[in-house]
């Protein structure tokens, strides 16, 4: 919409999988090998998986993880 702004939010990752601060429902901007994606994190049985890179990549092998936020200001 107009007057719609995108923020980022930096979550913090670790060397697990998993994480409180990560929801499917949500998008997010991660950097993987210095390149940059968006897209969603789906659960699987070993923790959060990131969709938006071609075959998926577990949540401990990225680099930075960004939650994007929608300012409707």
Do not use: C
């Not at 980022?8 to 991660?30: C, F, M």
């Not at 390149?35 to 930075?64: A, H, R, T, V």
């Amino acid at each position: 919409m107009a007057g719609d702004t995108k923020k980022l939010k930096r979550i913090q990752v670790g060397s697990s999988s998993e994480s409180g601060h990560i929801n499917s429902r949500k998008r997010y901007k991660v950097k993987i090998e210095k390149q940059w994606y968006e897209g969603q994190f789906s659960k699987q049985w070993f923790g959060w998986q990131f969709d938006g890179y071609p075959g998926g990549i577990q949540l401990n092998l990225i680099d930075e993880v960004y939650e994007i936020t929608v300012d409707r200001s």
